[in-house]
């Protein structure tokens, strides 16, 4: 005998309400950029931040990329800082990854901690200092775009 069960619909508003938020950015196919933020995750245990880098034509082989162990997230006005949990095809300093050629496209993800739900803006850190680091102020994503189920169709791996 089958048993056709029905949420209820408390269930079904819960449910959705655990969903992760996944916010495109509209000029993450702008492909003239060096580095741009393609999409930020939000859910209850992270926030998932995927970039796009194109490799430069300042060098022959287009160069190479790492991320700093000590990179951090933080909501502007806030001084606080939620750090890099995992990173995702970038390999953490010293260790670099090596272009083979100029123009070259690398997807990579930086994985951390969940941050408050009141979050609009944020700051993205690899490193406050001196030198060429891959640092974003201000990035207001109230405007991004969001797909529906977009989530289950990402995967880690890029």
């Not at 089958?2 to 969903?19: A, D, F, G, P």
């Not at 194109?54 to 939620?82: C, L």
């Not at 750090?83 to 994985?111: D, E, M």
Request: hydrophobic fraction near 35%; aromatic fraction near 12%.
């Amino acid at each position: 005998m089958e048993t056709n069960v029905k949420k209820s619909y408390e269930q079904s508003i819960k449910e959705k309400q655990e969903e992760p938020i996944v916010l495109f950015n509209p000029e993450g196919t702008d492909y003239s950029q060096l580095l741009k933020v393609k999409s930020i995750e939000f859910n209850d245990e992270y926030t998932r931040i995927d970039f796009l880098y194109k490799a430069s034509n300042e060098y022959i082989n287009g160069g190479w990329i790492q991320m700093h162990d000590e990179a951090f997230i933080r909501p502007v006005g806030s001084e606080t800082k939620y750090r890099l949990i995992q990173a995702i095809n970038i390999p953490i300093a010293p260790s670099k990854l090596h272009f083979q050629r100029q123009g070259q496209l690398h997807r990579y993800t930086l994985l951390f901690p969940a941050l408050p739900k009141t979050t609009q803006k944020i700051d993205i850190i690899e490193k406050e200092a001196p030198g060429t680091y891959f640092n974003f102020y201000n990035v207001d994503f109230s405007t991004w775009m969001t797909i529906p189920h977009a989530a289950d169709q990402r995967i880690c791996s890029n």
